[in-house]
């Protein structure tokens, strides 16, 4: 992995930002890095814990720097009201990256601005939970969110809430992105991949 400073086009301008680069060959470090965070879940759970620890984002987001081969923004770069995790160099894209190991809700920012979203989901883990075992198998997809799709979900359903309504009142909308989007409209992932096999 090697970090870079790059010029980057956004609608503020062009600026210059450090990016984070991955490399096939960091996928034995982030393997590693899977396993101690699967041994300190199981500590967790071990010592009367009820949750698992939440999935890293610094390894989600290198997974999907590698998968995708785009740079990871390691800043935040003053004068833009830009909210993204990724840069795609190729396409001039934003991206921003929610990744999931349960069926919980995903939080978003109130004036979160990207041209693409990415949903990453440990899908054999969050079904595991049920049984009582956790299947800490590795394995993960990456879906293609449809952002245009957002403004009207609802996010809280005793006011009604939408997901624009709660940007609006400066909240962090939150809603259950396999539940609300993946599941009812049947989307398939774009990548699918097991960190156990690398």
């Given at each position: 992995?090697k970090?870079?400073k790059?010029?980057?086009?956004l609608?503020?301008?062009?600026f210059n930002?450090?990016?984070?680069?991955?490399?096939?060959?960091?996928?034995?470090m982030?393997k590693?890095?899977?396993?101690?965070w699967?041994?300190l879940?199981?500590q967790s759970?071990e010592?009367?814990?009820t949750?698992?620890?939440?999935?890293?984002?610094g390894l989600?987001e290198?997974?999907?720097?590698?998968d995708?081969?785009v740079?990871?923004?390691?800043?935040n770069i003053s004068g833009t009201?830009s909210?993204f995790?990724?840069y795609?160099f190729k396409?001039d894209?934003r991206i921003?990256?929610?990744?999931?190991t349960s069926?919980?809700?995903?939080?978003f920012g109130?004036?979160?601005?990207?041209?693409?979203i990415?949903?990453?989901?440990?899908?054999e883990?969050a079904?595991?939970k049920?049984?009582?075992?956790r299947?800490?198998?590795?394995?993960y997809?990456?879906?293609?969110?449809?952002?245009s799709?957002l403004?009207?979900?609802i996010?809280n359903?005793?006011k009604?809430?939408?997901?624009?309504?709660?940007?609006?009142q400066?909240?962090?909308?939150?809603f259950?992105?396999?539940h609300e989007?993946?599941?009812p409209l049947?989307?398939?992932?774009?990548l699918?991949d097991n960190?156990?096999s690398w």
């Open positions: 992995m970090l870079q790059r010029t980057i086009k609608p503020e301008g062009e930002s450090n990016f984070m680069f991955f490399e096939e060959t960091d996928r034995t982030l590693k890095m899977f396993k101690d699967v041994n879940c199981r759970l010592i009367g814990s949750r698992i620890i939440n999935f890293p984002e989600s290198a997974i999907f720097a590698i995708f081969k740079g990871r923004a390691t800043e009201s909210s995790d990724h795609d396409n894209k921003q990256l929610k990744a999931a069926y919980g809700p995903s939080s109130p004036r979160s601005v990207y041209d693409e990415y949903f990453m989901f440990l899908r883990l079904d595991s049920k049984s009582g075992e299947n800490f198998s590795g394995k997809e990456v879906y293609k969110i449809d952002s799709l403004p009207s979900i996010c359903k005793s009604m809430e939408t997901f624009r309504d709660q940007q609006e400066g909240k962090r909308p939150r259950t992105i396999p989007l993946i599941d049947n989307l398939k992932p774009l699918t960190i156990l």
